[in-house]
T-cell receptor, first 113, second 112 residues
Framework: RKEVEQDPGPFNVPEGATVAFNCTYS??????FFWYRQDCRKEPKLLMS???SGNEDGRFTAQLNRASQYISLLIRDSKLSDSATYLC??????????????FGKGTKLTVNP | NAGVTQTPKFQVLKTGQSMTLQCAQD?????MYWYRQDPGMGLRLIYY???????DKGEVPNGYNVSRLNKREFSLRLESAAPSQTSVYFC???????????FGPGTRLLVL
């Protein structure tokens, strides 16, 4: 089983739509979770961290289900500028000594006018 | 602050040639990383440096060497380039104990 798995998409949605991305992770000891955004031919950039209680940043909502080892990202009222690849990211282990983040392969989103 | 910078932006090499990819950060971060990104493979860690003076292998270290020159700079060297090393290379840094990594703009490498 891959460490971090995402639906590769692509997702094609109209402006204004709500879209949800899912991600599963295999290391039950992981404690830090993130969504990164990567525009075409650019570097990944942090979109938001994912907290146990769930968190929201404007039109973006992230949820974590530790029991199912599942993370989600919901985008409401999609904008053209949301078109990008969304990367699910998990730390390899919660303890000191592991420096590694594990990146999913990403889900590509295209928002159409 | 420039954040994380990488040079060169683009490079074409012939098989067997060597080159060094440069990375520098001005955020006083202690940890630095080198990744490669290939279509369908996602980001894969090549090497990382938890602090000045230390380096460790990541998932795909074969064919690469690194040097943590000082706190700011972390270079990646290809001693004898192979076509399989054609990729986009990203450098990143983070400030422990925070987990957020900040990426440079990438180096696109083509090995013929």
């Amino acid at each position: 089983r891959k460490e971090v798995e995402q639906d590769p998409g692509p997702f094609n949605v109209p402006e204004g739509a709500t879209v949800a991305f899912n991600c599963t992770y295999s290391n039950s000891a992981s404690q830090s979770f993130f969504w990164y955004r990567q525009d075409c031919r650019k570097e990944p950039k942090l979109l938001m961290s994912v907290y146990s209680s769930g968190n929201e940043d404007g039109r973006f909502t992230a949820q974590l289900n530790r029991a199912s080892q599942y993370i989600s990202l919901l985008i409401r009222d999609s904008k053209l500028s949301d078109s990008a690849t969304y990367l699910c990211v998990v730390n390899e282990s919660p303890q000191g000594g592991s420096e590694k983040l594990v990146f999913g392969k990403g889900t590509k989103l295209t928002v159409n006018p | 602050n420039a954040g994380v910078t990488q040079t060169p932006k683009f490079q074409v090499l012939k098989t067997g040639q060597s080159m060094t990819l440069q990375c520098a950060q001005d955020m006083n971060h202690n940890s630095m990383y080198w990744y490669r990104q290939d279509p369908g493979m996602g980001l894969r860690l090549i090497y990382y440096s938890a602090s000045e003076g230390t380096t460790d292998k990541g998932e795909v270290p074969n064919g690469y060497n690194v040097s943590r020159l000082n706190k700011r700079e972390f270079s990646l060297r290809l001693e004898s380039a192979a076509p399989s090393q054609t990729s986009v290379y990203f450098c990143a840094s983070r400030n422990r104990p925070m987990w957020t990594q900040y990426f440079g703009p990438g180096t696109r490498l083509l090995v013929l």
